[in-house]
């Protein structure tokens, strides 16, 4: 039986090793790793808010970086009603691990009664790229 430092290095081996697309580097990553990179969303009605909550994440080394984007419009039922409202999306990097913390730290902090909260992993990576936010988060 191996230790679980070997196995862990001979897993993470095998989950980092790189593929050539169309002559780009990839790292594939497979299977669930607490490394592995998440982009997390959430709308905001104001950028300034949007802003503030970037910018208190990456104080807490949570996020390595954010995006807003916007504005764009959506369209939702809420409270037996279709509505629609003009928002802005933020878009967060991290790693799977911190992904509980970044969605307490967005409830807390978010003006919205009932946020919108969505993490999606990352498949497809280039190893620079991941070995940077990993690099950024705590």
């Given at each position: 039986m191996q230790?679980?430092?070997?196995?862990?290095?001979?897993?993470?081996k095998r989950r980092t090793e790189p593929k050539s697309y169309n002559g780009t580097t990839r790292l594939i990553i497979q299977g669930e790793t607490s490394m592995n990179i998440i982009i997390v969303s959430t709308t905001f009605t104001k950028k300034e808010d949007a802003e503030r909550i970037a910018g208190l994440l990456l104080d807490r080394k949570l996020i390595a970086c954010a995006q807003i984007s916007g504005p764009i419009t959506?369209?939702?039922?809420?409270?037996?009603?279709?509505?629609?409202?003009?928002?802005?999306?933020?878009?967060l990097k991290t790693t799977q691990h911190l992904f509980q913390t970044v969605q307490e730290t967005l409830i807390q902090e978010h003006p919205y009664e009932l946020p919108e909260i969505l993490g999606q992993e990352i498949h497809h990576v280039s190893r620079a790229y991941h070995d940077w936010v990993c690099g950024e988060v705590k």
């Open positions: 230790n679980n430092s070997a196995a862990l290095a001979q897993t993470t959506s369209i939702y039922r809420w409270q037996e009603k279709v509505t629609s409202a003009t928002e802005y999306t933020l878009s």
